[in-house]
């Protein structure tokens, strides 16, 4: 006996153009990097590798592949839209396509470019018309992708950007940070809803990507929860009423008290990046999201974990995708799973964390699957886990 997953369900992998590609120089997180401790540099050189990424997706037995397109490649001027990149991107659709992957595509996933950035940002009121430009720009290449993601996380890059405006980053989990700024929140629910029309129009389905970050009331602290999941989660669930889907991405949990964010629990397990060890995370995160938008579709977009120790990796997915089996089970609408990530990628600041089902060598950037990655390709392939023992 074992879990089995409905027909037609969507296996992959995920990943982020900045965080594989390399050398995003017209973006604005290129002239930040010297701040951070790691530099992203040639990330995995996944602007050239492409094929052999994709090759990998279908060799293990995934069935689908999100990426992104960059923004900062497609427009490093405002206004003049790079043909060459755009062809780029048509071609990563079509060899997803001809290999039988079906493409997810996410325009936006925390980088701008840096003349966005330099007119003022999110917070610049022609930010959702500039947007909106950058979408209909890439909507010809966009044919034969069933799933475009607008922006990855936008609850995650409004608290980021109230963290870099205040002069610090706060360690520890996107839940744990201070609220993010309103005018951005609501510049970023403008931006969607500009996109959503363009994509709408031409016959796309379209939705964004939640950082899902379980908010847990202790102490019978559930008023004070809710208080503080709605800047930092809700209000943009709220704002994917509607939409064609919505996709969840969970790592981990949150803990609220009468004071707010508690820290990890003493003696907890935790992975690489801090975080505790809690793969309930991604069926918690699935059962809030069915539950506050009924009849929108999900789609796990992201869920997985920083190891070293690949076993644990398979431990942790495991435990995540019963998580994920009951919340379908209890009704929850969930086409797919993309686990974070298909490649040890650049962390955002650090090589450190990996989170990937396939190591890269950082010089030669050889490919090296991991037998996580040979697990979840027979997940796969059985559609659904064996019971384990
Ligand atoms: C982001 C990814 C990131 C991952 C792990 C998500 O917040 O979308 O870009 O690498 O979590 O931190």
């Known amino acids: 006996m074992g879990i089995s997953f409905p027909q037609g369900f969507l296996w ?3 990943s982020s153009a900045h965080q594989i590609e390399g050398n995003n120089v017209a973006s604005d997180l290129w002239g930040l990097e010297s701040r951070l401790p790691e530099r992203s540099g040639d990330a995995c050189d996944s602007y050239h590798r492409w094929p052999e990424d994709l090759d990998l997706v279908r060799d293990l037995g995934l069935t689908a592949y999100r990426f992104g397109v960059e923004w900062a490649r497609v427009e490093p001027v405002e206004g003049q839209v790079s043909r060459a990149h755009l062809a780029h991107y048509r071609r990563m659709v079509e060899g997803c396509l001809e290999r039988g992957i079906t493409p997810i595509v996410t325009l936006h996933h925390f980088t701008s470019p840096m003349w966005f950035q330099r007119e003022g940002g999110w917070r610049s009121g022609a930010a959702a018309g500039r947007f909106r430009a950058y979408v209909r720009a890439v909507l010809p290449i966009l044919d034969g992708v069933p799933w475009v993601c607008t922006i990855n996380e936008p609850n995650m890059l409004a608290m980021m950007a109230e963290a870099i405006r205040d002069g610090h980053r706060e360690p520890g989990v996107a839940g744990a940070m201070a609220a993010p700024d309103q005018a951005m ?3 970023l629910v403008a931006a969607h809803r500009a996109a959503r029309e363009e994509l709408g129009a031409a016959g796309l389905r379209a ?3 939640i950082a899902n970050q379980n908010f847990q009331a ?9 208080a503080w999941a709605w800047p930092r989660e809700d209000q943009f669930l709220e704002a994917a ?3 064609d889907f919505v996709g969840v991405q969970a790592y981990t949990r949150v803990r609220i008290g009468r004071q707010g964010a508690l820290p990890v629990p003493d003696g907890a397990r935790r992975t690489l990046t801090g975080w505790e060890f ?8 699935v059962r809030h999201t069915a539950g506050k938008l009924p009849g929108v579709p999900i789609l796990v977009t992201e869920n997985g974990i920083a190891t070293a120790d690949d076993a644990e990796r398979v431990e942790y997915t495991s435990a995540a995708l019963a998580g994920l089996h009951a919340a379908l089970a209890e009704g929850a609408d969930v086409r797919g799973y993309l686990h974070w990530s298909l490649l040890d990628n650049y962390e955002w600041g650090s090589w450190a964390p990996t989170f990937g089902l396939v190591s890269v060598d950082r010089e030669t950037f050889a490919r090296d699957a991991k037998p996580s990655a040979r ?3 027979e997940v796969a392939r059985s559609n659904g886990l064996r019971a384990a023992g």
């Open 12 to 14: 992959g992998a995920a």
């Open 185 to 187: 929140a609501d510049a």
């Open 207 to 209: 939705g964004w990507t």
């Open 218 to 226: 202790e102490d019978g602290a559930e008023a004070e929860r809710d």
């Open 241 to 243: 009423k509607g939409d």
């Open 278 to 285: 809690y793969p309930d995370a991604l069926g918690d995160a």
């Open 375 to 377: 697990w979840l390709g």
